[in-house]
């Protein structure tokens, strides 16, 4: 069957152009292969199309590639794309993709696409517009005041009429300032008393650089903030809401950020929401008339409150809403066991059908139905934890599930509660934001036992970060209980999970590591006032046994020290390890292979401070990493090299991340280039983003291949197992070229 060629357009003009990005990854990753084509399509902030190489997809930031695009991507105007694609999902947000304007192209272009047509895009846009409209029909909107561009300006001789204004509609402080044509909690402030008011009016208003636009001033609305989407019955020929989301926001917080957002582990949900299901019913039909009366056609999100007086107040209709792996979207969707796969096929097929395409698909599928039943490797896949981690844990976890192929493998989600106690979950706890939300869904009925590991899964693959999952007890455990798992033996892991024994060891062995000291919480409290002698400063504290930036802090003086140190052990930490801080270019270089590792591309690992944040690491669009680094080919194969060598020294097997610093002869006190080691890690992170991604991108190995890689290498270093050793080393992926993986398989 020839297969649809589904372009997915990401990026864009508008400032939510990095959730875009994380979107149409997200997109990129769930599309049914079996029936789609991917063409991803990137848009940059300039207008410009390129149709976008994957081994840019799962970079973290647009800022990654974006000087690559025009050496290593395909230019594509847009009078070309009806030769290019099929369809066109928009995973664009914000202006220039929810306001009608790439709407209004697709259709003088005659392309199919995903959601609202021209009238609904540019009115679900415009809150001032569709507030009037909501509010003509009886809907329940904030009250609240426009201000437009030339009012703004002349602020100051405007100001007693906007007072006057709100207090002629009884809108008192706190105000809600926000932009009329924005997204994602961007430019959106709340102000506790009138002299703060122009500020944050300006800021909101020119929210996009190089443009002013109109700002609305709102009431604070008391009660539940609620989240509700809807989709298409296309059968039926009527909207379906799914099950609404309370949001919680983070302690010390007064909106419901970006950050939150996108943040993993941040935010807090509860779906359903808290509240009595005529309340629920109240929502989701309130939900369906704002739909109707805003021409929103496919999907919806719909932003509200519930009030003590059971009102349901609508604060921000959405005409596409985000698609991160864990987005309200999705969570909904899981509440009616729709997975990501399914409901973004069901969003496709409701396109199709209402432009009358389906029909054919459906029967060119029934005519060619026929598919190989072939038995499939049972995956248990460890997430959660107690650790700093967990939340890089949930999403590195996800992220395997969802990328795990369906026709070689069978994924079994299990999660670590914070006791180290095992629990299936299902796909409505695994879309959950954060840990903590997960373990107030555990099931008791669902509980397994360590030892019942060996009876439902032929393979075990640790997404788990930092404490137990990392330092050698659960590589302990499951060589006990003699089932094949990903990434290092016991004593690699026990080792590198000690970034100061790592240090101790590397240098015995000849490689350059920072030079460090550790110490005990016991001889600091008994010595302080002797701790910092000897001491050069500036340098780096850390816990010698965290990862992922966890309280990682630079030290400028000795009261900066003894500052931190004393907040360091009111922490459940015995040792605080203090460390040079190094100069030159910080890198991250992935190295994957058992017996004859393989070093991927470096990476640059550029932080918008002095210390590389968990935000950089994590947040989409908060950090940027170069890959390949930009250094000279001889820098980079000496880099890659020393990696390969510590990779084998410690022992390590199937995959690691290492970060070190590359110091020039001018920049290193020895006077010669060299590479300084900062710390191993045996489990580096998955998730959708991350720069391990990049790296394999950077040889053609797509995420899905590579983390089928990890697995072979697992079973390969493990001889023990009741899984065809045959079967499972088979690796004929099409996007792999076999001479870039040269000397991977041993």
Same mark, same amino acid.
């Given at each position: 069957?020839?297969?649809?060629?589904?372009?997915?357009?990401?990026?864009?003009?508008?400032?939510?152009?990095?959730?875009?990005?994380?979107?149409?990854?997200?997109?990129?990753?769930?599309?049914?292969?079996?029936?789609?084509?991917?063409?991803?399509?990137?848009?940059?902030?300039?207008?410009?199309?390129?149709?976008?190489?994957?081994?840019?997809?799962?970079?973290?930031?647009?800022?990654?590639?974006?000087?690559?695009?025009?050496?290593?991507?395909?230019?594509?105007?847009?009078?070309?794309?009806?030769?290019?694609?099929?369809?066109?999902?928009?995973?664009?947000?914000?202006?220039?993709?929810?306001?009608?304007?790439?709407?209004?192209?697709?259709?003088?272009?005659?392309?199919?696409?995903?959601?609202?047509?021209?009238?609904?895009?540019?009115?679900?846009?415009?809150?001032?517009?569709?507030?009037?409209?909501?509010?003509?029909?009886?809907?329940?909107?904030?009250?609240?005041?426009?201000?437009?561009?030339?009012?703004?300006?002349?602020?100051?001789?405007?100001?007693?009429?906007?007072?006057?204004?709100?207090?002629?509609?009884?809108?008192?402080?706190?105000?809600?300032?926000?932009?009329?044509?924005?997204?994602?909690?961007?430019?959106?402030?709340?102000?506790?008393?009138?002299?703060?008011?122009?500020?944050?009016?300006?800021?909101?208003?020119?929210?996009?650089?190089?443009?002013?636009?109109?700002?609305?001033?709102?009431?604070?609305?008391?009660?539940?903030?609620?989240?509700?989407?809807?989709?298409?019955?296309?059968?039926?020929?009527?909207?379906?809401?799914?099950?609404?989301?309370?949001?919680?926001?983070?302690?010390?917080?007064?909106?419901?950020?970006?950050?939150?957002?996108?943040?993993?582990?941040?935010?807090?949900?509860?779906?359903?929401?808290?509240?009595?299901?005529?309340?629920?019913?109240?929502?989701?039909?309130?939900?369906?008339?704002?739909?109707?009366?805003?021409?929103?056609?496919?999907?919806?999100?719909?932003?509200?409150?519930?009030?003590?007086?059971?009102?349901?107040?609508?604060?921000?209709?959405?005409?596409?809403?985000?698609?991160?792996?864990?987005?309200?979207?999705?969570?909904?969707?899981?509440?009616?066991?729709?997975?990501?796969?399914?409901?973004?096929?069901?969003?496709?097929?409701?396109?199709?059908?209402?432009?009358?395409?389906?029909?054919?698909?459906?029967?060119?599928?029934?005519?060619?139905?026929?598919?190989?039943?072939?038995?499939?490797?049972?995956?248990?896949?460890?997430?959660?934890?107690?650790?700093?981690?967990?939340?890089?844990?949930?999403?590195?976890?996800?992220?395997?599930?969802?990328?795990?192929?369906?026709?070689?493998?069978?994924?079994?989600?299990?999660?670590?509660?914070?006791?180290?106690?095992?629990?299936?979950?299902?796909?409505?706890?695994?879309?959950?934001?954060?840990?903590?939300?997960?373990?107030?869904?555990?099931?008791?009925?669902?509980?397994?036992?360590?030892?019942?590991?060996?009876?439902?899964?032929?393979?075990?693959?640790?997404?788990?970060?930092?404490?137990?999952?990392?330092?050698?007890?659960?590589?302990?455990?499951?060589?006990?209980?003699?089932?094949?798992?990903?990434?290092?033996?016991?004593?690699?892991?026990?080792?590198?999970?000690?970034?100061?024994?790592?240090?101790?060891?590397?240098?015995?062995?000849?490689?350059?590591?920072?030079?460090?000291?550790?110490?005990?919480?016991?001889?600091?409290?008994?010595?302080?006032?002797?701790?910092?002698?000897?001491?050069?400063?500036?340098?780096?504290?850390?816990?010698?046994?965290?990862?992922?930036?966890?309280?990682?802090?630079?030290?400028?003086?000795?009261?900066?020290?003894?500052?931190?140190?004393?907040?360091?052990?009111?922490?459940?930490?015995?040792?605080?390890?203090?460390?040079?801080?190094?100069?030159?270019?910080?890198?991250?270089?992935?190295?994957?292979?058992?017996?004859?590792?393989?070093?991927?591309?470096?990476?640059?690992?550029?932080?918008?401070?002095?210390?590389?944040?968990?935000?950089?690491?994590?947040?989409?669009?908060?950090?940027?990493?170069?890959?390949?680094?930009?250094?000279?080919?001889?820098?980079?194969?000496?880099?890659?090299?020393?990696?390969?060598?510590?990779?084998?020294? !410690? &022992?390590? $097997?199937?995959?690691?991340? #290492? *970060?070190?610093?590359? %110091?020039?002869?001018? +920049?290193?006190?020895?006077?010669?280039?060299?590479?300084?080691?900062?710390?191993?890690?045996?489990?580096?992170?998955?998730?959708?983003?991350?720069?391990?991604?990049?790296?394999?991108?950077? !040889? &053609?190995? $797509?995420?899905?291949?590579? #983390? *089928?890689?990890?697995? %072979?290498?697992?079973? +390969?270093?493990?001889?023990?197992?009741?899984?065809?050793?045959?079967?499972?080393?088979?690796?004929?992926?099409?996007?792999?070229?076999?001479?870039?993986?040269?000397?991977?398989?041993?």
């Amino acid at each position: 069957m020839q297969k649809m060629r589904v372009g997915v357009l990401m990026g864009g003009k508008s400032i939510e152009r990095e959730v875009s990005f994380n979107s149409g990854r997200t997109v990129c990753d769930h599309l049914d292969t079996s029936r789609y084509e991917i063409i991803p399509i990137f848009q940059t902030s300039e207008g410009k199309l390129y149709l976008l190489p994957w081994h840019f997809l799962h970079r973290g930031k647009v800022a990654d590639f974006k000087h690559r695009l025009t050496k290593e991507a395909k230019a594509i105007a847009w009078d070309d794309l009806k030769t290019a694609v099929d369809f066109i999902f928009i995973a664009m947000h914000g202006k220039f993709a929810e306001d009608g304007t790439v709407q209004g192209f697709l259709e003088i272009l005659q392309i199919p696409y995903l959601g609202s047509k021209v009238f609904g895009s540019a009115l679900g846009m415009d809150k001032i517009v569709q507030k009037n409209i909501l509010r003509s029909n009886g809907i329940d909107v904030a009250k609240g005041i426009a201000l437009y561009p030339n009012q703004i300006k002349q602020f100051l001789t405007q100001k007693e009429k906007i007072f006057s204004e709100l207090e002629r509609q009884k809108i008192h402080p706190p105000y809600i300032v926000k932009p009329h044509q924005e997204g994602s909690s961007l430019g959106v402030e709340i102000v506790k008393n009138k002299d703060k008011l122009e500020e944050a009016i300006k800021r909101a208003s020119t929210i996009t650089p190089g443009k002013t636009q109109a700002v609305l001033i709102e009431e604070k609305i008391d009660g539940i903030e609620i989240s509700c989407c809807l989709i298409t019955d296309y059968h039926k020929k009527k909207w379906k809401p799914l099950i609404p989301t309370e949001i919680v926001k983070e302690p010390g917080t007064e909106i419901y950020d970006y950050k939150q957002k996108y943040m993993p582990g941040l935010g807090y949900e509860h779906t359903p929401a808290r509240c009595s299901q005529k309340n629920i019913e109240k929502i989701q039909q309130t939900c369906i008339t704002v739909a109707k009366l805003l021409d929103i056609k496919n999907t919806a999100r719909i932003d509200g409150f519930l009030t003590k007086e059971g009102k349901f107040v609508v604060v921000d209709p959405n005409t596409l809403t985000g698609m991160a792996p864990s987005s309200f979207f999705f969570r909904e969707a899981a509440e009616s066991n729709i997975n990501h796969t399914q409901l973004i096929n069901h969003l496709i097929e409701t396109e199709l059908d209402r432009y009358g395409m389906l029909a054919n698909i459906i029967k060119q599928e029934k005519t060619q139905a026929k598919k190989m039943r072939t038995k499939r490797i049972k995956v248990a896949i460890l997430l959660g934890g107690r650790t700093h981690e967990k939340e890089i844990s949930l999403e590195s976890g996800r992220n395997i599930i969802y990328k795990l192929s369906l026709q070689k493998y069978e994924p079994i989600a299990i999660f670590v509660s914070h006791t180290m106690e095992l629990y299936k979950i299902d796909n409505k706890q695994l879309v959950r934001n954060s840990t903590k939300e997960i373990e107030e869904l555990l099931e008791p009925t669902k509980k397994i036992k360590w030892d019942n590991l060996p009876n439902i899964a032929d393979f075990v693959f640790i997404a788990l970060h930092g404490g137990e999952g990392e330092n050698g007890s659960i590589q302990g455990t499951l060589e006990m209980l003699d089932v094949p798992y990903n990434g290092s033996p016991v004593l690699a892991s026990a080792l590198c999970a000690d970034k100061f024994r790592t240090n101790q060891f590397l240098r015995s062995n000849s490689f350059d590591v920072p030079h460090s000291i550790l110490i005990s919480k016991k001889d600091y409290l008994q010595n302080k006032e002797s701790i910092d002698k000897n001491l050069t400063f500036p340098l780096i504290l850390k816990p010698h046994d965290d990862g992922c930036s966890v309280m990682v802090q630079k030290i400028k003086n000795k009261k900066e020290l003894h500052k931190n140190l004393n907040a360091f052990f009111k922490t459940e930490k015995k040792y605080a390890m203090l460390e040079e801080m190094l100069t030159g270019m910080e890198l991250t270089v992935g190295v994957i292979g058992n017996e004859n590792p393989k070093a991927l591309p470096p990476s640059q690992a550029v932080a918008t401070k002095e210390i590389l944040s968990i935000e950089e690491k994590f947040l989409p669009g908060a950090g940027e990493n170069q890959t390949p680094a930009p250094l000279a080919k001889a820098a980079l194969t000496l880099v890659q090299k020393t990696m390969e060598k510590a990779y084998k020294i !410690l &022992g390590c $097997k199937g995959y690691a991340r #290492i *970060d070190c610093f590359y %110091q020039t002869a001018k +920049q290193s006190p020895t006077k010669k280039e060299r590479i300084i080691i900062l710390e191993v890690n045996t489990l580096p992170g998955l998730t959708p983003a991350t720069c391990i991604f990049h790296q394999a991108a950077e !040889l &053609g190995i $797509k995420p899905m291949d590579f #983390i *089928d890689l990890i697995i %072979q290498l697992g079973f +390969q270093n493990h001889a023990s197992t009741v899984v065809d050793e045959k079967s499972c080393l088979s690796f004929s992926s099409n996007c792999i070229k076999k001479e870039n993986i040269e000397g991977m398989f041993e």
